[in-house]
């Protein structure tokens, strides 16, 4: 699985590289010194952890002046994102990669994230204030501790159709006047949602002369730089498909150029030689086939 580097409060929270073997694995067998703790963790050493790395386990750190301060494993197993060996060298850290953590899995479209952890305090109580029930426990054998499995239900990150009870978010965001969307659905109109939380809009725009003029998108902070844009420009796109246009275009901003190469690869181009022209896409225009609207 791809992670793409997401600042967290001051932490980096990055896939770990063959060069952090070392710092992981001080982590690693600081926070696992258990007998019953996965000896992957307890004997952890740059050699072993380099080893992980190279076979296929997905270790994130979080980075605090580009020292390593926190690690993780993570998994994903029948539409459940899974993590374990979370180790923390400093406050925060933990909590930086769990967040990294449940904002990956919702970039997937995953519902549900799960630890499976000693059930000793203070982790349960620790996991419980980040909103993790528990949801199954292991038996252990005598002398050693069981094990429980924690959940948390993740809220579904979303594209959709603008709504009257938007406006107020889309002010936020845009700064435009909320006014015109309080009146309803605005054909055109999408919204990045976060659960209940508007967190993006994107617009397209008829010129009258068969080209759709897509915005470029307005997105908050913290989903910036996750591949966000990416889906809401492709959301966009499809709409202006489906209404029978036969060419898009993008503004070409600083944004949307540091987009330029995963634009490409969606068949979006600058023009050439034409400094600030925006990126066209021509469309297989839907709509004269009957197609049906997928916003309907």
Known sequence: MSFSPRPVGRFLVRAAAVEDAGAVAALLASAFPEADDPPEARTA????????????HDILVATDADAVVGAVRRRESDGIAWFDLLASGCPGAGRALVRGLETAA?????????IECPDAYPLPDLFGRWGYLPVGRTRAAPGLRESLTLERRLALLTVREQRRTDAAAIAAITGDDPWPYEQGHRPGCFVLADGDRVSGVITVRDDRMGTAEIAEPAILEPYRGRGLELWM?????????TRGFHTATLPATPLTQTLQRDLEDRRWFPAEGVRGAPYTRQLEAQAEEGIGDPDR
Not at 106 to 114: A, K, M, P, V
């Open 45 to 56: 050493t740059a050699e072993s952890v380099g080893i992980l790395l190279q076979t296929g």
């Open 106 to 114: 919702q970039d997937r479209g995953l519902r549900l994230i799960r």
């Open 233 to 241: 420009i492709e959301r966009a796109t499809i709409h202006a498909e």
